[in-house]
């Protein structure tokens, strides 16, 4: 089911949409952005951060738990110290923050099991606020103009790597997929193997956003959310996806927020998290991204009815008047996401012949206009 639905989603639509965004609980405490956010396991962390709009720098060293499965932050032991622009990556056990305002090339770790933070080893690259860090295989990287380093928790050092094919600029984001990480930095993307210790230019960034994005990760493909498109004003509500089989960017509806920079982003048991930041308002909001949310809610919604269902021959289909004033599409699609019928709406209910299908289930799709309104699935019997 889910799987047809994301393939219908795909094939029949120019965008995926915004159904598949869910707003969470906020963050337990106040609005901030360049704040640092990761995921340890299956939890979700975040805080540290600032706010600067009325002339007055606060600076936060608060830190928050989030439970995915109860939709509730728990406030932990705070950072040791008010910073801001932090890189920071998780394992599957620790997380691990550095650099920042509040130090140069200082790292620390967070325990969550004892909820402390201790000193680590320092990362032999200086001045590293604001950059790009990531976790593969539970070790930590750092890249830094076109220097990358390796940290090894268990060994507690740190591991010049091979250099980047370009030099990047702050406020870049990184996503991890499988066993490699990728960095976007203005409109490059670089694809580093740390098996091969190899680095790779992948295929430039086709968005606005120029800086200041956050990504995550859903599905073996990395998303890129919001940022700034050249100036720090010129915020986007822009979403794309990168698929790392085909080396290929694809446009999603856009978030269905406000549009925002520096906000963080991250991904715990294949649903990925996004949120804080800011546009001149400091946010505190936190949003949800799953394919198979969206088709949760989809069914949730009551924009036609089916009956009978399971079905022989026939089915009768009712749709609102709501519909019926707008173009309208009925699609059936098979599990595989084959299209095997399609027609339009224009009485309040209406019959479909579909004794042609083979027994099995399908999957029915209600579009108005371009968007998709409703999902539902439909059994047809022997």
């Given amino acids: 089911m889910r799987l047809a639905i994301i393939f219908t989603m795909l094939a029949s639509c120019p965008f995926v949409f915004g159904q598949?965004?869910?707003q969470r609980a906020d963050l337990g405490s106040t609005g901030r952005h360049r704040a640092t956010g990761f995921s340890i396991g299956n939890k979700g962390y975040a805080g540290l951060g600032h706010v600067n709009g009325t002339g007055q720098n606060i600076v936060y060293k608060d830190w928050w738990q989030y439970d995915p499965s109860s939709n509730s932050w728990t406030q932990k032991a705070d950072y040791v110290s008010p910073s801001y622009g932090t890189i920071a990556f998780g394992t599957s056990t620790k997380g691990y923050i550095g650099g920042g305002t509040a130090f140069?090339?200082?790292f620390f770790e967070y325990n969550p099991t004892t909820n402390t933070w201790q000193g680590v080893t320092n990362c032999p690259i200086q001045n590293i606020t604001d950059q790009t860090a990531f976790a593969v295989n539970d070790k930590g990287y750092v890249v830094y103009n076109n220097q990358c380093v390796e940290f090894d928790p268990i060994a507690n050092s740190w591991t010049m790597k091979a250099n980047l094919p370009g030099n990047l600029n702050i406020w870049g984001t990184s996503f991890v997929i499988g066993s490699s990480a990728f960095v976007k930095n203005g409109t490059a993307l670089y694809e580093f193997k740390p098996v091969q210790n190899q680095w790779l230019i992948r295929s430039q960034f086709p968005g606005v956003a120029t800086a200041g994005c956050s990504s995550?990760?859903?599905d073996e493909k990395g998303f890129v959310v919001t940022g700034y498109a050249g100036g720090l004003s010129n915020v986007t509500k822009e979403v794309w996806q990168y698929?790392?089989?085909?080396?290929?960017?694809?446009?999603?509806?856009?978030f269905p927020g406000s549009a925002r920079r520096f906000s963080i982003g991250f991904s715990v048991n294949n649903r990925g998290y996004f949120g804080l930041g800011t546009n001149g308002i400091n946010f505190n909001d936190f949003w949800a991204y799953d394919n198979f949310l969206g088709q949760q809610e989809l069914e949730k919604t009551s924009a036609f009815t089916v009956f009978p269902n399971p079905f022989v021959d026939e089915i009768h289909v009712k749709i609102g008047d709501e519909i019926l004033q707008q173009p309208n599409t009925f699609q059936v699609f098979t599990a595989d996401g084959k299209e095997r019928y399609s027609t339009s709406f224009f009485t309040n209910e209406q019959p479909l012949q579909l004794d042609f299908l083979q027994a099995g289930t399908y999957f029915c799709v209600l579009?108005?206009?371009n968007k998709i309104v409703q999902t539902q699935t439909i059994i047809k019997q022997p």
């Avoid at 698929?243 to 856009?254: F, I, K, R, S, Y």
């Fill in 104 to 106: 140069n090339n200082e």
């Fill in 243 to 254: 698929n790392p089989a085909t080396n290929n960017w694809l446009q999603m509806e856009d």
């Fill in 367 to 369: 579009k108005v206009g």
């Fill in 216 to 218: 995550f990760v859903v």
């Fill in 20 to 22: 598949s965004w869910l």
